[in-house]
């Protein structure tokens, strides 16, 4: 087994809108880096993973890379995760040439650019490593889900609510002197610890545990995270500083040492890489009354102009959004299904890497972990696309009162109700989503 491991800065110019809320940058509090691991077994099956201090990327950006580097690199698999901070932003496709661009697209096509070169830096430097996987006990955030007296459900610290409580990680070291190449490691937790507030660009709690691991291993081993299954954690204490969130991240950074202090050999010399896909029913439509009184409520709300989060261009944007759904409910439209994507990275049953498509709850990362028949698992969501949050039937049946990820309609404030589908996944989806990811790994 060969690994190549690099990183590029690619922290965009000041004066960048910021993704979650939208404010412009003022200054940088920690830069943004894409980071690449490149594994390659004897037979010449080549893996990247690769790892982005961004807060997302579409299913569109994750293909065209994916071709890019197949065609040029001879790379035939593309893992592209995002950590997912709020205080960074958020990577588009590549534009063509000759396009007259603005200071965004110029940024965008600079970081697919350095992306590539990276890419070609880490496939070139592969040397062959000992492979090495661990596990240790971890947890930056909370359940994020609270059920109200009225049965809505609420964003706040759930402290009895199911969390991932580890980092895993995968260590690359030399062959013949077992210096460290890289080291992956993983944690599920949405990156929102920096304050909201603030218009300082940062990577949040992930960026300080890079930087703290770096200081134990050196400058020139490449740390790379990778965000799991966070769509119900939020990294504590939520939009507070950026003390705390470096203060979390380098909690991190000392805990994937440890695991990476006790991390056992991986004895494979080949990679079997499986991908599955399906399709999840959407919720039905509403009724056109129930249409009338969301569009209702929501103009009012914007009227008032009482609500941080319906600025102008948010609230055009949903009210155009209801046009085109007004126009499925007369023509008796079924809302179009949501994509999920499961993607299998094997060695043989010791280890394997499992990454998820959208924004998944965390019971999938532990449903993987109990049910895969591998020695070690970890396991990746915000990978290869994403376009909203896929949750658990048990939360998808809770109907209008299900909250900001799982809410439908009359609860415009429901997230996925402003994605093309109208609404999130049908309940029976979950399901779906086991099996898609089941098939991975059958007959392996």
Known sequence: MKAGAAERDVTPPIGTIINHPPRKSIGVHDPLFVRALVLDDQAGTAVCILCCDLIGSGFDVAKELSERIRAKLGIQHLL???????????????????????????????????????????????????????????????????????????????????????????????????????????????????????????????????????????????????????????????????????????????????????????????????????????????TMQVWQQVVDHITAAYEKHDNPWLPEDVYRARMRGFEDLKAAITRGDTPPPWRIDAYALMLVRQWCLIALSQETFCQYELWIDHAAPFDRTMTFGYTNGCDGYIAVDADWAMGEKAGYEAACLPNWGGCDTATPHFGPPAVGGEQIIKNTITACWTDT
């Not at 955030?141 to 609510?161: C, L, P, S």
């Not at 199911?162 to 030399?174: H, Y």
């Open 80 to 286: 592209l995760n995002c950590s997912h901070p709020h205080s960074s932003v958020g990577l588009g496709p590549r534009l063509p040439d000759g396009k007259k661009l603005t200071d965004d697209d110029k940024w965008n096509l600079r970081t697919h650019d350095a992306i590539m070169d990276m890419l070609t830096e880490a496939r070139d430097s592969a040397v062959p490593v000992t492979l090495r996987a661990g596990r240790a006990p971890a947890q930056v955030g909370f359940n994020r889900r609270v059920v109200k007296d009225d049965g809505f459900v609420t964003m706040d610290v759930n402290r009895r609510g199911p969390v991932v409580p580890w980092v895993n990680v995968l260590l690359a070291e030399t062959l013949d002197s077992a210096k460290p190449v890289a080291l992956l490691f993983q944690h599920a937790a949405h990156p929102v610890i920096a304050p909201d507030t603030s218009c300082l660009i940062s990577a949040d709690y992930p960026g300080a545990a890079v930087a703290y691991i770096h200081e134990q291993l050196g400058d020139d081993v490449v740390a790379l995270f990778g965000q799991g299954c966070a769509g119900n954690i939020n990294g504590y204490h939520l939009r507070s500083t950026h003390e705390n969130a470096d203060k979390a991240g380098r909690d991190l950074g000392a805990a994937a040492i440890n695991a990476m202090r006790e991390a056992t050999t991986i004895h494979a010399d080949k990679i079997i890489f499986r991908h599955a896909h399906s399709d999840l029913p959407a919720h039905q439509l509403p």
